[in-house]
T-cell receptor, first 113, second 114 residues
């Protein structure tokens, strides 16, 4: 079975600082990897995804993530955060032959001035 | 486009009552899902459907039922509500054709069982 571990439940940072949200996954078969963002009182929306090809994936709002197969990781990064990036971020995995996404428990990113 | 629409947005139930959470999508997606979100626990899959007339259990199906009579609609039924079902429920959909497709989420239905 697949699983996703988000290593930090909360990440506080100051505006314009860099941030990394960590995600590790476990699977015995090939997977697709995703990052979703949830703003307060809203549903989730896709930030970026890795399906194949280049291991560095760029998403919306200046976020990027790097797929590392040997370390089974898919960490999310942004070089300079804004107050508006304050939200909950979810890492998710799906098996290539499967039908549903398995989500991590989420990381709350709090950006202050 | 409306995307995925969920109703109601908020509901308070008494223990033992029943209700249906409605979910409709207008993107002609074959795959639809119900997740529940609890603080610090992420999203847990309740049920999913790969097309009209086909449904299957997810990780936490107990206490819930679903049906899929049309491509557009995927209602979630709660029978005999319990406090453990207090949660935020999200409906989502995606296109057919591989599990790499983006999930589109509704805005959620917040349910409290007292």
């Amino acid at each position: 079975a697949q699983s996703v571990t988000q290593l930090d439940s909360q990440v506080p940072v100051f505006e314009e600082a860099p941030v990394e949200l960590r995600c590790n996954y476990s699977s015995s078969v090939s997977v697709y990897l995703f990052w979703y963002v949830q703003y307060p009182n809203q549903g989730l929306q896709l930030l970026l995804k890795y399906l194949s090809g280049s291991t560095l994936v760029k998403g919306i709002n200046g976020f990027e993530a790097e797929f590392n197969k040997s370390q089974t990781s898919f960490h999310l990064r942004k070089p300079s955060v804004h107050i508006s990036d304050t939200a909950e971020y979810f890492c998710a995995v799906s098996v290539k032959t499967g039908t549903a996404l398995i989500f991590g428990k989420g990381t709350t990113l709090s950006v202050s001035s | 486009n409306a995307g995925v629409t969920q109703t109601p947005k908020f509901r308070i139930l008494k223990i033992g009552q029943s209700m249906t959470l409605q979910c409709t999508q207008d993107m002609n997606h074959n795959y639809m899902y119900w997740y529940r979100q609890d603080p610090g626990m992420g999203l847990k899959l309740i049920y999913y459907s790969v097309g009209a007339g086909i449904t299957d259990k997810g990780e936490v199906p107990n206490g819930y039922n679903v049906s899929r009579s049309t491509t557009e609609d995927f209602p979630l039924r709660l029978e005999l509500a319990a406090p453990s079902q207090t949660s935020v429920y999200f409906c989502a959909s995606r296109q057919m054709g591989g599990s790499g497709g983006e999930l589109f989420f509704g805005e959620g239905s917040r349910l409290t069982v007292l």
